[in-house]
């Protein structure tokens, strides 16, 4: 179990496209790939598994770990660790249930997550209002 995922940058997107402008701008250097708020509660964990099913297809060098929000739905934590994502945050459970989470985490690679990064070491992509080429200068200008 990990307090808070800040080794890498920690990207937030709201779709694929902003998906697809991190792994432009990082190319092959390493980075959190992370879902909208409470995603699990909104869009379901399948909905960001396919996301990034397809961007790792279409940038099969990038190097990023995909980390679900699961605050609101332990089940979403549940679902995303079967399908295969390397992270989810969850709420503040009792132990033996966040216990639990992350032996089922370990056989399968997820690192859980018992609070989300601070706001300020997440970059906010903005996806869902900027266009393409305005996120990538934007992410490019902040990575330095």
């Known amino acids: 179990m990990t307090q808070n995922p800040v080794q890498v940058p920690i990207i937030r997107i709201h779709g694929i496209k902003g998906a697809r402008s991190a792994c432009r701008v990082f190319e092959q250097a390493p980075f959190k790939l992370l879902s909208p708020r409470n995603a699990a509660l909104s869009h379901g964990a399948q909905w960001f598994a396919d996301l990034v099913q397809i961007v790792r297809e279409e940038f099969n060098t990038a190097s990023f770990q995909a980390v679900l929000d699961c605050r609101g739905r332990v089940s979403g934590a549940l ?7 390397e992270g989810v945050i969850v709420d503040a459970l009792p132990d033996a249930q966040i216990e639990n989470l992350c032996d089922m985490g370990l056989q399968k690679n ?4 018992t609070s989300p990064p601070n706001a300020a070491d997440i970059y906010e992509m903005e996806d869902h209002r900027l266009p393409d080429h305005e996120l990538d200068k934007r992410l490019k200008a902040h990575i330095g």
Do not use: D, K, S, V
């Open 79 to 85: 679902a995303a660790i079967e399908i295969g994502l």
């Open 110 to 113: 997820c690192e859980i997550f």
